[in-house]
């Protein structure tokens, strides 16, 4: 690591770290005595151990035969996550939540500069993470992706730090999710993205609040400012949502219900770009979820997204820009997915995403988890791409195996 830049890091983390202290110090320290007894911290956490083989098809230059073949690479993640919460009384909560992750294997090996490009990934404002090791195919990573103070007091509820902004209702794909988009292919970190933001929330009702949430930026057009309000109506409950975020103006909402027995769930966003060189963009999704009697569960959703392509090649489905703009590489795509427990300790799905434009690409995964012991579980996933241009041939596939403890 440069050492300028690792000082420069330093520096980053000294800074917040000092703003939060002082200021949970100036508010804690003042209500101390009635603080209550018990314990006032908590931790927990999980190791993980994520092994993964994946095939390409004619992706490998023969030099001696003058053509394309097979190949695959395995890698392997080993991921720790620390979750701790302090709480000196009823009003204030500190939060800091990190994740320590190994990295090994083919793919480490074969990808230039994979540690800079894992340490870019998922940080906001403040550079809250560092590389500890990248050599020989081996890469130590650590990060900090939740760090924020909470302070409740009746209806009101503040966060300051990076905490998740959680304004998404659908499953699978939110466009009301303007501060932290996440990408269903990567579900290896349930946790999700956090911001970096000032957030205040005040409850109006039992079912119903107004938010307000600006998140930290050095430039105009890097900022995200925008405000929320949800209420429950005809047994539903709706949100609507407004504001500014890097340069769009955005208008959204949505709503998750019942129809009869089945639920229903939805989300617009519109972005309006205030410069020439700018795209507007409309986002939305519709799905409904059900639970039969035998306890299989099904899920279909639809996609529609202006930014999306027509044509682009199945490839893209990992490497895409996301955002709140663009959920997914294709314009349309439809969501299925079963679940079924064979057993208590036994669970198995399936879901699958097809585009229905002119590549036709198809996303299909199966997954299967086992129970081992009390926390300890074991999941089996594959993920399979397939698209017209192939013959409906995958060229890649991926398969991983994960075994996880919680404590």
């Known amino acids: 690591m440069n050492p ?87 009003h204030w909560t500190f939060y800091a939540e990190a994740r320590n992750r190994v990295f090994f294997g083919d793919l480490v090996k074969a990808t230039p500069d994979y540690g800079a490009l894992i340490d870019d990934a998922n940080n906001d404002y403040f550079d809250l993470s560092a590389v500890l090791l990248d050599k020989n195919g081996w890469v130590v990573h650590t990060m900090l992706d939740r760090l ?27 466009p009301n999710d303007v501060f932290n988009a996440f990408s269903f292919t990567d579900f290896d970190y349930e946790e999700r993205p956090g911001s970096d933001a000032l957030r205040v929330k005040y409850y109006t009702g039992f079912a119903s609040s107004l938010e307000f949430v600006v998140r930290a930026f050095d430039h105009w057009n890097e900022g995200t400012i925008a405000g929320l309000w949800r209420f429950n109506k005809w047994q539903y409950d709706f949100q609507l949502l407004g504001g500014y975020t890097e340069g769009f103006l955005t208008l959204g909402g949505g ?94 799905g399936v879901a699958i995403i097809y585009s229905p434009v002119e590549v036709q690409p198809l996303f299909f995964n199966p997954t299967l988890t086992y129970s081992i012991k009390e926390n300890w579980d074991l999941d089996m996933v594959g993920q399979l791409v397939f698209n017209r241009d192939n013959g409906y041939t995958s060229p890649i596939q991926a398969a991983f195996l994960r075994m996880k403890f919680s404590f």
């Open 148 to 174: 924020y103070l909470e302070y409740v007091s009746g209806n009101w509820e503040i966060r300051m730090g990076r905490q998740r902004i959680n304004w998404g209702i659908s499953t699978v794909w939110n």
């Open 255 to 348: 709503w998750a219900g019942n129809l009869k027995n089945a639920g229903f769930k939805g989300e617009f966003n519109y972005f309006r770009g205030l410069e020439d060189n700018q795209q507007d963009a409309f986002t939305a999704t519709i799905g409904v979820d059900y639970s039969f009697s035998n306890s299989m569960y099904l899920n279909v959703g639809l996609l529609y997204n202006s930014l999306g392509s027509l044509d682009a090649s199945i490839n893209g489905l990992f490497s895409f820009q996301l955002s709140a703009r663009n959920l997914y590489p294709y314009r349309w795509a439809t969501f299925t997915q079963l679940s079924f427990p064979f057993t208590p300790l036994l669970n198995g």
């Open 4 to 90: 300028t830049n690792f000082l420069n890091r330093v520096s980053q983390w000294k800074g917040l770290a000092l703003l939060l202290l002082l200021a949970f110090s100036h508010f804690t320290l003042l209500k101390a005595q009635d603080a209550p007894a018990e314990k006032k911290w908590e931790l927990n956490g999980y190791v993980k151990n994520l092994q993964t083989l994946l095939f390409f098809n004619d992706a490998y230059p023969d030099l001696q035969q003058q053509r394309l073949v097979d190949t695959f690479l395995q890698d392997n993640l080993i991921h720790n996550r620390l979750n701790f919460k302090w709480y000196p009384n009823d």
